[in-house]
């Protein structure tokens, strides 16, 4: 499972360098995002942008992460695909996240959402 | 390179899959219950049967059976070492017919879980980490339909295909 993060303004960005978070890398998904949030400080988004297919199990894990980073950080997520945003729409975790159209969209907003 | 094969060799897929296509007419597949096999399933069902569909209706197409397959692997084969899954695609009019098989443990009370989606608690950490895969399946698919015959689990159903 590729993951990779940057630190861009006050905030880091992780990018999921993957199509697929599902039943099989859910488990890798929250380790890697656990390694790459240790320590972090401000903002963290998540760039959705190249995954297009998420199943409930991927979704879970990201709920998972979103859960471990309380309360000190709201795992935000950027780049939507239409796929992944319907998953999250059927199961109204879209009001659940901060989501934006994507990482520049995110970052122009300054916590938009928050 | 090596020929894996000469005339009347069923051609070679991942991981001891086997398909048998009949242009037109359908897909099946039959596979080992675990993640990367689904994952691998999903990918040639996509390129056999969601090609041909709008990127919607294969986006859904591909989301419900992920849900069914993840629940074989996770539920019907739980505590077993694993087993088969059949997986039969077909497509009539504005459908998509699905019919998936395994041989694990029966559902509960022979009867499909409830489908309706988990309210949204209002505390972060109550928040669910999983539990969505039946109801996406509800809200995706129609006609589903479940029986136990002979220690196998069929289920069927039917995707609405919207554009």
Redesign the interface.
């Known amino acids: 499972m590729k993951l990779t993060a940057e630190s861009v303004a006050e905030a880091l960005v992780v990018n999921v360098e993957e199509e697929?978070i599902?039943?099989?890398v859910a488990i890798q998904f929250k380790d890697r995002m656990r390694d790459l949030t240790a320590g972090a400080g401000g903002r963290i988004i998540l760039d959705l942008g190249r995954v297009t297919?998420v199943?409930?199990?991927g979704?879970?894990?990201i709920?998972?992460v979103?859960?471990f980073l309380?309360?000190v950080h709201r795992l935000e997520l950027a780049g939507l695909t239409?796929?992944v945003g319907?998953?999250f729409h059927?199961?109204?975790?879209d009001?659940?996240f901060p989501i934006h159209a994507s990482v520049a969209a995110a970052l122009q907003g300054a916590g938009h959402g928050l | 390179m090596v020929s894996d094969g000469g005339l009347g060799t069923p051609h070679r897929t991942p991981r001891g899959m086997s398909s048998v296509l009949s242009a037109g007419v359908g897909f099946q597949l039959c596979f080992e219950a675990d993640?990367?096999a689904?994952?691998e399933a999903l990918g040639q069902a996509v390129v056999e049967i969601a090609r041909d569909l709008s990127?919607?209706d294969a986006?859904?197409l591909?989301?419900a059976l992920?849900?069914v397959l993840?629940n074989i692997?996770?539920h019907a084969y739980d505590g077993h070492p694993s087993g088969p899954v059949e997986l039969c695609l077909r497509r009539e009019a504005a459908w998509i017919c699905c019919r998936i098989v395994d041989s694990g443990h029966a559902m509960p009370a022979h009867e499909l879980p409830e489908g309706r989606?988990q309210?949204?608690p209002a505390q972060?950490?109550e928040?669910?980490?999983?539990?969505?895969?039946w109801?996406?399946i509800c809200?995706?698919a129609t006609d589903l339909a479940y029986r136990r015959e002979d220690g196998r689990n069929f289920l069927t159903f039917r995707l609405p295909l919207t554009g």
Not at chain 1, 90 to 93: A, F, I, P, S, V
Not at chain 2, 127 to 133: A, D, S, V
């Open positions: 697929r599902d039943a099989a297919f199943d409930s199990s979704l879970g894990a709920v998972s979103m859960k309380a309360p239409p796929n319907r998953v059927l199961t109204r975790m009001s659940v | 993640p990367r689904v994952r990127p919607e986006g859904k591909e989301l992920a849900e993840n692997v996770e989606m309210p949204v972060l950490d928040l669910p980490e999983g539990g969505w895969g109801s996406l809200t995706l």
